[in-house]
């Protein structure tokens, strides 16, 4: 993966409320080409796994609970300034916070459980990328 490509989850709130469609749209009119997609759960060890960078955070195993609570929508998406366009797009972690319009601010209800995920950098848009998708996954 290049500097083109982002990694999102659509977290198990949203996907429990029905959201899927409605923030897959905000996705595909933002400009993002789906490169890989899957409806998918994650145990408790992997999300651990995934949330990693978080383990001495105290909201770690809060995280690690709803991040396995429910299916999430994995996804790899392609545009030019993929990372920074797609957190501008979803908006700010606290939705209270999100400017209005993004993702956070139309679906997300609290800072834990807020809708959706965005990688934050290339490096680890590719490593997440290639934590939940093989490479004849990738398109
Ligand atoms: N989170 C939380 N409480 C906090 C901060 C974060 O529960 O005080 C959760 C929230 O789901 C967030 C995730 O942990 O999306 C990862 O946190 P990060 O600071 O990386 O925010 P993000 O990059 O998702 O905006
Ligand atoms: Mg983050």
Request: no cysteine.
């Given at each position: 993966m290049a500097g083109n490509k982002t990694f999102t989850m659509i977290k198990p709130d949203a996907v429990k409320a029905g959201h899927i469609g409605a923030i897959l749209a905000k996705i595909n009119e933002a400009g993002f080409r789906i490169a890989a997609m899957k409806l998918t759960k994650l145990s408790p060890e992997k999300a651990g796994e995934f949330y990693e960078v978080h383990?001495?955070?105290?909201?770690y195993q809060e995280l690690v609970d709803f991040m396995s609570s429910g299916p999430i929508v994995a996804a790899i998406l392609e545009k030019d300034n993929a990372v920074e366009d797609f957190r501008t797009l979803i908006g700010a972690t606290d939705p209270s916070k999100a400017a209005p319009g993004t993702i956070r601010a139309l679906f997300a209800t609290s800072i834990g459980e807020n809708a959706i995920h965005g990688a934050d950098s290339d490096e680890n848009a590719q490593r997440e990328g290639s934590f939940h998708f093989a490479a004849t996954e990738m398109f």
């Open positions: 383990k001495e955070r105290p909201f």
